[in-house]
């Protein structure tokens, strides 16, 4: 053997090591066709890693077998076991070399297999002792590469987890899951929601990018239902600046922000997340947040808007504190985004969403299939966690919906949010007002103003951005431009008005359940 021949398969061999060129298949593949022989490797449970899955039949010219079909097996097991490193076999025709790879520190081995019609010299041997080096290598590397990815995946699933758990308001238990892996995260009353969106295809690195930038304080989960972003619940104040001074150098990267609030009301802090993120697409800085504006709750009678929703919420209170709950919080992310992007959120199915929701539109006696009734129950689960009770009556003044949508202060809001849509040459204000009307849909709408279907769809996208509000899409943004019409009156208001109490009424069907 050469000099010349020992450094061609060397380098050779080191090639295989490139980052490029790291695959144990190969390297059982390139051994194979180095030394012409039939090459094999098996894990410690006999299951195949690389090379053929039986060794050839090689048969004398009379059709006799050449010799045993495999070396005895209790030599195979020897060298796995670690007893002996290697060893040497051969029969009539046949010449085999069996080298234990070990993985980690003698616990786990693999078996590499070299089988030639020919009897090994000192340039085979040493390609085959060399070559079980590199394998040693590529296969503890990989073990490691996985094992640190099954790590990152349940930790991921955790994160996921947890978030499933504020959503639907069990803070407790979801202190109980963080309290193990990150301790203290969730010890607070309060905390914010940041919602960054960036190129899908770049989110798992934008993710481990916030986990960097908030130290580890936060919890940063990778949205189940949107597969663009990233979504991060912290208790800390500072947390903020770090995300936007991340997002600063990332082009095509957006940031919402909610207010604080408190632990329990994760859902809705997302969901002004969410609609922050739909503004912050029309900012240079490409970031928001939620409290930027007004919203038209603050300028109703507060002692009137508890009563309306403590009465139209009343039925719900018939029902265990569990049940009750889940439902209310199904219902606000199902009001929020579709039932499938809620059932991904809360980690159930799309009919386990639908039923929820269908359950508390029977309790409510009304049709979740309008947008002004949608808007209406919106407000109302928005108010219950987001008012703080004020030691009013246990039985509240009777309020009306129709109460709650008059006041000075709510029309002049209404009819600024509206009147930013007069300033364009084109009827803005018509085409959303009938597309609303029609529910959201475009050729119902176009059908009563007499225009094409693709007009009414542009002009509602032209107000996005007049408007600062995402239209197109469920959530908060859309129901306060609906609470907006039904303020002015260019909306007929939904019949939404409390049921009284059985004990007022006397019928025992005062309240129904499905």
Request: glycine letters at 6%; one cysteine or more; aromatic letters at 4%.
């Amino acid at each position: 053997m050469t000099e010349g021949d020992t450094s061609t398969w060397a380098q050779e061999l080191l090639e295989l090591l490139r980052p490029a060129g790291r695959d144990v298949r190969r390297v059982v593949d390139w051994l194979a066709a180095t030394v012409d022989a039939n090459v094999s490797l098996r894990d410690d449970t006999g299951t195949l890693l690389a090379g053929p899955a039986t060794l050839p039949d090689r048969s004398l010219p009379d059709g006799s077998l050449s010799g045993e079909s495999l070396p005895d097996e209790s030599l195979a097991a020897d060298v796995v076991a670690g007893r002996i490193a290697s060893a040497a076999w051969q029969g009539r025709g046949r010449h085999l070399r069996l080298v234990r790879i070990e993985l980690q520190r003698r616990s786990s081995a693999a078996l590499l297999t070299v089988d030639r019609a020919v009897p090994f010299d000192r340039r085979a041997s040493e390609i085959v002792t060399h070559t079980a080096a590199v394998l040693e290598v590529l296969l503890r590397a990989r073990r490691t590469t996985t094992t640190v990815r099954r790590l990152q995946r349940a930790a991921a699933d955790l994160r996921l987890a947890i978030l499933q758990l504020l959503m639907v308001e069990d803070t407790v238990s979801a202190r109980r899951v963080a309290a193990g892996l990150w301790p203290g995260l969730l010890d607070t009353d309060t905390a914010g929601v940041y919602v960054l969106e960036g190129r899908t295809e770049e989110r798992d690195e934008l993710a481990e990018r916030c986990v960097e930038a908030t130290g580890e304080q936060a919890l940063v989960v990778r949205c189940p239902a949107m597969d663009a972003h990233v979504i991060v619940v912290t208790p800390r104040e500072a947390t903020g600046e770090a995300l936007r001074a991340l997002i600063a150098g990332r082009a095509g990267t957006y940031l919402g922000g909610s207010t604080r609030q408190n632990l329990a009301c994760t859902a809705t802090a997302y969901g002004q997340a969410v609609s922050a993120l739909a503004v912050a697409r029309f900012r240079t800085d490409r970031t928001a947040v939620y409290a930027e504006r007004t919203h038209p709750g603050r300028l109703m009678d507060p002692a009137a808007l508890r009563a309306w929703t403590s009465a139209l919420l009343r039925p719900l209170d018939t029902l265990a504190h569990h049940t009750s709950a889940e439902l209310l919080a199904t219902t606000r992310l199902g009001l929020e985004f579709t039932a499938v992007n809620a059932a991904k959120i809360l980690g159930v199915s799309r009919n386990t969403v639908r039923a929820r929701m269908e359950r508390v539109e029977s309790l409510l006696a009304t049709d979740f299939s309008a947008l002004t009734v949608r808007a209406a129950v919106h407000l109302a689960l928005n108010t219950q966690v987001g008012l703080p009770a004020d030691g009013t009556a246990a039985r509240p003044a009777p309020a009306r919906l129709d109460d709650l949508l008059t006041g000075p202060a709510l029309r002049t809001w209404a009819q600024d949010l509206l009147g930013r849509l007069d300033t364009d040459a084109r009827d803005l204000r018509g085409s959303l007002r009938a597309w609303l009307a029609a529910g959201g849909n475009a050729e119902r709408a176009a059908q009563q103003i007499g225009v094409h279907a693709q007009t009414v769809r542009e002009h509602v996208r032209s107000a996005e951005p007049v408007l600062e509000r995402r239209l197109l899409t469920a959530g908060s943004d859309l129901y306060e431009v609906v609470l907006a019409h039904l303020v002015t009156e260019e909306l007929d208001r939904p019949a939404l008005d409390p049921r009284p109490r059985q004990e007022e009424t006397g019928h025992p069907d005062a309240l129904v359940h499905r």
